[in-house]
């Protein structure tokens, strides 16, 4: 029997920082991880830049140590006034040397399911969880050194589901909400590289002058910069043009034109991260036949956009594709149970709480896969209480991330990168309290 204070499932955005403050804090961690690094979407699914949510935000120690060491690699830089511009191939190594530094034992390649992984419970207390498994092809990392050891059973005094959907709770007999399967849309992302970004920037500051979609600037010496494009009618976009004629040409299909947004990468001259293709197909997050199919539509369609980046963009005439995210991009999927369901009227009107774990102001961006019906709202200074991440009818068992208990619209605003961040933190911080 392995003994821990805390045991964190899932080392992605928020249980990253969960971890990280538990090991800070002085607590016994265990992260379980699925995958072979850290991150989740930020590395495997090449999520960047991490979105600015105020100048209020609170539980930010892990974001701005992560700042710190990506900056010492060269795998950051403050563009826009915002720090949270990434590398996320370097990423992956500063989350594990910063887990640990801090102590936490991290156990990679093990995907929780009923058929190698058990749960203990005493009514609303879990007791333990136990692997079923006899030979478990996983690595156990102490202190950043693998061990041989075969985890059986672990017992711990708390236990967060940092899975994203939710996986770890329903294993657990936890309550979800209905979501109707209103599922935003999924992205598959890719990197582009040797780009002349200087020419690319220059011809995309002479044919848009709004400076809310295109930006570009010198930053030691290097161009960086960022612009977008969607189908939507609403807004006028100076890419539109361009997209029409390859649509015309037979370049693009009509879908590959829905959704199109290019930022640069920190220490990566001469690359573009390419938040698209977001799939029009209507994809369930938890069926992996969907997701399969997403991502067979998705390279089908970077095949398309690489090239007409090549054929119609200045600076592109030697690019190439770098790299293809290694995970499809979710923005939704399932919606845990808490104590407290977070609602759109509470973000809208402000409301306060007694324990709030995250302040934002980032606003309410909810895709949507058909044209003109997508939802960006911006709002005034929310809260979010700590009730929405314990889970209902568990005393020590919460939730983090995407996943948290929240309707569709709210979570719209709530999924993004830095408020996962505040999440992991305030329930760190939270649990520690009562040891």
């Known amino acids: 029997m392995y003994s821990y204070d805390v045991v964190i499932v899932g080392g992605g955005t928020a249980g990253c920082a969960c971890a990280w403050n538990c ?21 495997g699914a090449l999520v960047v830049p991490v979105m600015k949510s105020g100048n209020n935000q609170i539980n930010t120690d892990f974001y701005n140590e992560l700042i710190k060491k990506m900056k010492a690699k060269g795998g950051q830089i403050t563009y826009q006034d915002n720090p949270g511009w990434f590398n996320p191939i370097l990423l992956k190594d500063v989350l594990f040397l910063m887990l640990s530094e801090a102590g936490v034992e991290i156990l990679f390649n093990f995907t929780l399911s009923p058929c190698n992984f058990s749960i203990y419970t005493n009514n609303i207390y879990i007791e333990k969880i136990k692997m079923l498994s006899e030979y478990i092809d996983a690595k156990y990392f102490v202190k950043g050194k693998i061990k041989e050891i075969l985890l ?7 236990f967060v589901d940092a899975t994203g959907d939710g996986v770890f709770s329903k294993l657990c007999g936890g309550k979800f909400l209905d979501n109707n399967n209103s599922f935003q849309p999924v992205s598959l992302r890719f990197i582009m590289s040797n780009i ?26 290097e161009t960086h910069l960022s612009t977008a494009y969607t189908w939507d009618r609403g807004k006028k976009w100076a890419l539109a043009p361009i997209f029409d004629k390859a649509v015309e040409n037979g370049d693009l299909k009509d879908e590959d034109r829905n959704y199109f947004q290019v ?16 799939i029009t197909t209507k994809v369930n997050p938890n069926s992996k036949s969907d997701l399969d199919n997403a991502r067979k539509l998705g390279l089908d369609s970077i095949k398309r956009l690489a090239n007409f980046c090549i054929k119609y963009f200045p600076g592109f005439e030697k690019a ?37 774990v995250l302040i934002s102001d980032y606003p309410v961006d909810v895709h949507n896969a058909k044209k003109d019906l997508s939802t960006l709202e911006l709002t005034k200074e929310y809260q979010l209480p700590i009730e929405s991440l314990m889970v209902e009818g568990f005393d020590n068992l919460f939730v983090i991330g995407r996943c948290l208990s929240a309707d569709a619209m709210a979570q719209g605003a709530l999924r993004v990168q830095s408020s996962c961040f505040s999440m992991g933190e305030g329930v760190a911080k939270y649990i520690s309290k009562s040891f």
């Open 23 to 43: 090991g800070k804090l002085g607590l016994k961690t265990l992260l379980i991880e699925k995958e072979n690094y850290l991150g989740g979407t930020m590395t």
């Open 196 to 221: 002349d970004l200087s020419v690319f920037g220059n011809w995309l500051l002479g044919i848009d002058s709004d400076r809310e979609v295109t930006t570009v600037e010198k930053i030691n010496g």
């Open 263 to 278: 930022f640069t990468i920190a220490g990566m001259e001469g690359t573009l991260a390419f938040n698209c293709p977001r």
């Open 152 to 158: 059986n059973e672990i017992s711990s005094q708390y």
């Open 320 to 356: 190439e594709i770098y790299k293809i995210a290694d995970k499809i991009g979710v923005r939704s999927s399932n919606q845990v149970r808490g104590k407290y369901i977070y609602t759109i009227n509470d973000l809208r009107s402000g409301k306060t709480f007694d324990s709030p």
